[in-house]
């Protein structure tokens, strides 16, 4: 069964599949909301006069994809009353990973379901965002900007490149690892091979939704969808292409075999963070978290 929060007018009726399992139990974290904080209340990572966004960093935690999309909304929101009140508020910047699950877009075709959607092997939500079928889960960085485009160009073509700018830059400049973009179709390759997707919805000129890149997700949940709606292409991750390759740029003493999975997602965390505050000229201020979440981490089962 496909299904949506109760506050999205988009989607199916709220449910868990008909046999009333909840299949795939995996460690997760659970969000409080959280209010809008101000500049002062952030510890720098950056250091300059650029503009500033706030960083909630839960990029060692499954965070249940519910949680995070209405987390998301609820930003969105508090930055349009912000707004109309003529009053500053920051950009802000999550990132994190998902439990296993399966997301649609706004007119994404349940054609591209290899399964049937009364007994699928995870949740399945359709959302408010752009493009077609896709899968979250463990290993998975996903970013998710909020950000007020107003402050940057009010240009949604613009936009997407420059979210593809920020993992072709990761790959380049942390893993030696050439990737491109395709022409008519929005994410990032490497070959034939997709490692990240985007799909975004925009609303008052305010971002959310955002980006997802393969860094050590197991890719076998891919085979039971057609993923972004592309037949002819293959997906990937940061660990297959560096098997293959066996070395990292900017780590040459170091043997990727030797490389755990929570390294590697540590190491292109930071590059992440490093790379999205270049090409968007922003001050990343990680927050002072009043997030409450369980200390479980993904591990090596998920």
């Given at each position: 069964?496909?299904?949506?929060?109760?506050?999205?007018?988009?989607?199916?009726?709220?449910?868990?599949?008909?046999?009333?399992?909840?299949?795939h139990s995996h460690d997760v974290v659970t969000l409080n909301r959280v209010s809008n904080q101000r500049a002062s209340d952030f510890?720098?990572?950056?250091?300059?006069?650029?503009?500033?966004?706030?960083?909630?960093?839960?990029?060692?935690?499954?965070?249940?994809?519910?949680?995070?999309?209405?987390?998301?909304?609820?930003?969105?929101?508090?930055?349009?009353?912000?707004?109309?009140?003529?009053?500053?508020?920051?950009?802000?910047?999550?990132?994190?990973?998902?439990?296993?699950?399966?997301?649609?877009?706004?007119?994404?075709?349940?054609?591209?379901l290899n399964f049937d959607v009364r007994d699928a092997p995870y949740d399945v939500y359709r959302t408010e965002r752009g493009g077609?079928?896709?899968?979250?889960?463990?290993?998975?960085?996903?970013?998710?900007?909020?950000?007020?485009?107003?402050?940057?160009?009010?240009?949604?073509?613009?936009?997407?490149?420059?979210?593809?700018?920020?993992?072709?830059?990761?790959?380049?400049?942390?893993?030696?690892?050439?990737?491109?973009?395709?022409?008519?179709?929005?994410?990032?390759?490497?070959?034939?091979?997709?490692?990240?997707?985007?799909?975004?919805?925009?609303?008052?000129?305010?971002?959310?939704?955002?980006?997802?890149?393969?860094?050590?997700?197991?890719?076998?949940?891919?085979?039971?969808?057609?993923?972004?709606?592309?037949?002819?292409?293959?997906?990937?991750?940061?660990?297959?292409?560096?098997?293959?390759?066996?070395?990292?740029?900017?780590?040459?003493?170091?043997?990727?075999?030797?490389?755990?999975?929570?390294?590697?997602?540590?190491?292109?965390?930071?590059?992440?963070?490093?790379?999205?505050?270049?090409?968007?000229?922003?001050?990343?201020?990680?927050?002072?978290?009043?997030?409450?979440?369980?200390?479980?981490k993904p591990g090596k089962d998920n």
């Amino acid at each position: 069964m496909i299904f949506a929060t109760a506050t999205s007018s988009f989607g199916f009726i709220p449910t868990w599949p008909t046999d009333g399992r909840r299949p795939h139990s995996h460690d997760v974290v659970t969000l409080n909301r959280v209010s809008n904080q101000r500049a002062s209340d952030f510890t720098p990572i950056t250091r300059d006069d650029r503009r500033t966004c706030e960083l909630f960093d839960l990029c060692k935690r499954l965070v249940p994809y519910e949680d995070a999309w209405n987390w998301q909304k609820d930003i969105v929101r508090e930055k349009r009353t912000l707004i109309e009140r003529n009053e500053e508020c920051p950009d802000t910047l999550i990132v994190l990973q998902h439990q296993p699950v399966y997301t649609l877009g706004t007119r994404s075709s349940v054609g591209y379901l290899n399964f049937d959607v009364r007994d699928a092997p995870y949740d399945v939500y359709r959302t408010e965002r752009g493009g077609e079928v896709t899968y979250h889960g463990p290993g998975q960085l996903v970013m998710y900007p909020i950000i007020n485009l107003r402050n940057h160009k009010m240009d949604l073509h613009w936009y997407l490149r420059a979210l593809e700018e920020v993992v072709i830059r990761v790959l380049s400049a942390t893993f030696a690892i050439e990737a491109s973009r395709v022409d008519g179709l929005t994410g990032v390759w490497v070959g034939d091979q997709k490692l990240a997707a985007i799909g975004i919805r925009v609303s008052h000129w305010i971002t959310y939704h955002g980006l997802a890149l393969n860094v050590t997700t197991n890719l076998k949940p891919f085979d039971w969808i057609v993923p972004c709606g592309i037949r002819n292409r293959k997906v990937g991750s940061i660990k297959g292409l560096l098997q293959e390759v066996g070395s990292c740029s900017g780590y040459e003493n170091v043997d990727i075999h030797q490389l755990d999975d929570l390294q590697l997602i540590d190491i292109t965390y930071k590059s992440f963070i490093r790379e999205f505050s270049e090409v968007f000229q922003l001050k990343i201020c990680q927050t002072i978290s009043n997030l409450r979440f369980s200390e479980k981490k993904p591990g090596k089962d998920n």
